[in-house]
């Protein structure tokens, strides 16, 4: 949700600068503000337009289209406010980052959402959606109604709509958190996007909470390097703007992560450790990995208790610790945030099996190097036979990763069938020619090129013997495959059923 989706009615434009320096002002400063859009195409009488650079366009093309759909105000960057005239009865707002005010803008639209909430954030290269999605559910189960913002969804109580982004832009970002307010939330578990940090969409949020899942090379087509990609995790432990006011933060950190140790050391608040190692102040011991479910001892300063979760790897074992620590941290029972994780389901698209009598088949949002590895790790433990890979790399992003996957592919699986992710402007051949690039000339062998996905799903899982597993890796969750020309529905659990199914029908299992 953004400003525009509900009624307002409308706050003085220069009230929405009182925490932007430098401000500028032409024209009627006092103009009633009814919204805010950083999207021309979706202003309307009486919002306020900020022009907002991006990285593929730049907003102020567009200022002449937000004034022929009636917006009353604009806000452009330093400099652009030549050749432009305030709107009639309206005015224009000079800044010097067009993005920073935007978020202040939201909040004070908004009335700043954050401070009426208990929000934890989560951040982290990998786990961030699966540990956001069990905080909401223990939150729930503590008798709190919750919201959760991450790539799966966002919640709103009961409520269940499609993210279009990992964590929104500001003015959507504190629309969705005012909206929850609307709705009788209280809790919130919010997925803290590298993306966020670095653009503005979350200044001034205040967390009661904040969680470290890990660190691994991503997003490096973005992030100039990995220090850069640290340093904007950084600020959501260390910068002053996202700490709560009226309580302590509270900071649950996996120091079983080299960079975990290094932000549990500088984080502002109360820390709590989560991990396998010993030193962890919440630990998990006895873990039994199981192809339904995963078993293991949970130790905490406020107990111990035995889970037995429904969640699959030890990956989510650190998700489960990672929820929990920080839950218990904000006042949560210990009894209630155990129940919570045993009742969890399982998360979709996340080593999610697809059900088959004949056939072991798990569906996986693995993207990322680091993603792969832990997929295939959890895989060779749940099973006897061989595993088997379906995977690609997305176009238009980090080139980087495409022969580290290929490598980490051809060493953990016993067959590796490459294909296409999201190609988008790319050509799919060219972006498989770099993961082979990775693949030493010795398993190459053990690799099968299938660009079409659905033919590759089919390839795999028709090979696949009963005491075999088959994970398709990559989209995980998503039901949409992008081309440079078009869009297309397509969702791996959906492919990988139909094939299942006509094999079964047809007695070749």
């Given at each position: 949700?953004?400003s525009?989706?509900?009624?307002?009615?409308?706050?003085?434009?220069?009230?929405?600068?009182?925490?932007?320096?430098?401000?500028?002002f032409?024209g009627?400063?006092?103009?009633p503000?009814?919204?805010?859009?950083?999207?021309s195409?979706?202003v309307a009488?009486?919002y306020a337009?900020?022009?907002?650079?991006?990285?593929?366009?730049?907003g102020?093309?567009f200022?002449?289209?937000?004034?022929?759909?009636?917006?009353a105000?604009?806000?452009?960057?330093?400099?652009?406010e030549?050749?432009?005239?305030?709107?009639p009865?309206g005015?224009?707002?000079?800044?010097?980052?067009?993005?920073a005010?935007m978020a202040a803008m939201?909040?004070?639209f908004?009335?700043d959402?954050?401070?009426?909430l208990?929000l934890?954030?989560?951040?982290?290269?990998?786990?961030?959606s699966?540990?956001?999605l069990i905080?909401?559910?223990i939150f729930?189960a503590a008798g709190?109604?919750?919201?959760v913002i991450?790539?799966l969804?966002y919640?709103i109580?009961?409520?269940?709509?499609?993210a279009?982004?990992?964590t929104?832009?500001?003015?959507?970002l504190?629309?969705?958190?005012?909206?929850?307010?609307e709705?009788?939330?209280t809790?919130?578990?919010?997925e803290?996007?590298?993306?966020?940090?670095?653009?503005h969409r979350v200044?001034g949020?205040?967390?009661?909470a904040?969680v470290?899942?890990n660190?691994?090379p991503?997003?490096?087509?973005?992030?100039e390097?990995?220090?850069?990609?640290?340093?904007?995790?950084?600020q959501l432990?260390?910068?002053?703007?996202?700490?709560?006011?009226a309580?302590e933060r509270?900071n649950?950190?996996?120091v079983?992560?080299e960079?975990?140790?290094?932000?549990?050391?500088?984080?502002?608040?109360r820390t709590i450790t989560?991990?396998?190692?010993p030193?962890?102040?919440?630990?998990?011991?006895?873990?039994?990995l199981?192809s339904?479910?995963?078993?293991?001892?949970a130790i905490?300063?406020?107990?111990?208790?035995?889970?037995?979760?429904?969640?699959?790897?030890?990956?989510?074992?650190?998700?489960?610790?990672?929820?929990?620590?920080a839950?218990?941290?904000?006042?949560?029972?210990?009894?209630a945030?155990?129940?919570?994780?045993q009742q969890?389901?399982?998360?979709?698209?996340?080593?999610?099996?697809?059900?088959?009598?004949?056939?072991?088949?798990?569906?996986?949002y693995?993207h990322?190097?680091?993603?792969?590895?832990?997929?295939l790790e959890?895989?060779?433990?749940?099973?006897s036979?061989?595993?088997?890979?379906?995977?690609?790399?997305?176009?238009?992003?980090?080139?980087?990763k495409?022969?580290?996957?290929?490598?980490?592919?051809?060493?953990?699986a016993?067959?590796?069938?490459?294909?296409?992710?999201?190609p988008?402007?790319?050509r799919?051949?060219?972006i498989i020619?770099?993961?082979l690039a990775?693949?030493?000339?010795?398993?190459?062998d053990?690799?099968?090129?299938?660009?079409?996905?659905a033919?590759?799903?089919?390839?795999?899982?028709?090979?696949?013997?009963?005491?075999?597993l088959?994970?398709?890796?990559?989209?995980?969750h998503?039901?949409?495959?992008i081309?440079?020309?078009?869009?297309?529905?397509?969702?791996?659990?959906?492919?990988a059923?139909?094939?299942l199914?006509?094999?079964?029908?047809?007695?070749?299992?």
């Open positions: 949700m953004s525009h989706d509900a009624p307002h009615e409308g706050k003085p434009f220069e009230s929405l600068f009182a925490e932007v320096s430098g401000v500028r032409c009627n400063r006092r103009v503000i009814a919204g805010i859009a950083y999207d195409r979706r009488p009486g337009f900020v022009a907002v650079r991006g990285q593929r366009t730049d102020h093309k200022v002449d289209e937000a004034l022929e759909k009636g917006a105000a604009l806000v452009v960057g330093t400099g652009r030549r050749d432009l005239s305030p709107p009865d005015a224009i707002a000079v800044v010097s980052d067009s993005r005010a939201a909040r004070a908004h009335s959402p954050s401070r009426r208990t934890a954030g989560v951040t982290g290269t990998n786990g961030k699966t540990t956001a905080m909401g559910s729930r709190h109604t919750s919201g991450g790539t969804e919640q109580g009961e409520r269940r709509q499609k279009p982004h990992t929104p832009e500001a003015v959507d504190q629309g969705l958190l005012a909206e929850m307010i709705h009788g939330v809790h919130v578990a919010m803290v996007s590298s993306h966020a940090l670095s653009l200044d949020c205040r967390f009661a904040a470290f899942t660190l691994t991503e997003h490096l087509d973005f992030h390097s990995m220090a850069d990609y640290l340093a904007a995790k950084r432990f260390e910068d002053e703007q996202h700490l709560p006011e309580a509270i649950a950190v996996n079983d992560d960079v975990g140790k290094l932000i549990a050391d500088t984080a502002q608040g989560y991990g396998l190692s030193e962890a102040q919440c630990r998990a011991e006895q873990v039994e199981r339904d479910g995963t078993s293991f001892l905490h300063p406020a107990g111990r208790v035995p889970i037995r979760m429904h969640l699959v790897g030890e990956f989510n074992v650190y998700n489960a610790l990672g929820a929990l620590a839950c218990i941290g904000l006042g949560i029972p210990w009894d945030a155990c129940c919570a994780l969890m389901p399982p998360v979709r698209g996340r080593f999610e099996r697809v059900p088959s009598a004949t056939r072991h088949v798990l569906v996986d693995a990322s190097p680091d993603g792969l590895r832990r997929a959890t895989a060779r433990k749940l099973t036979g061989r595993v088997i890979v379906v995977f690609g790399c997305g176009g238009d992003r980090d080139r980087t495409r022969p580290v996957m290929g490598e980490l592919a051809s060493r953990l016993d067959v590796c069938v490459i294909t296409s992710d999201n988008r402007t790319e799919p051949e060219g020619g770099e993961i990775g693949i030493p000339k010795e398993t190459r053990a690799c099968q090129i299938e660009p079409d996905r033919k590759a799903i089919r390839l795999a899982i028709e090979q696949a013997a009963p005491q075999d088959v994970l398709i890796a990559g989209k995980g998503e039901d949409y495959q081309f440079a020309d078009r869009t297309i529905h397509f969702d791996d659990r959906e492919v059923e139909e094939v199914r006509q094999l079964e029908a047809a007695g070749n299992a």
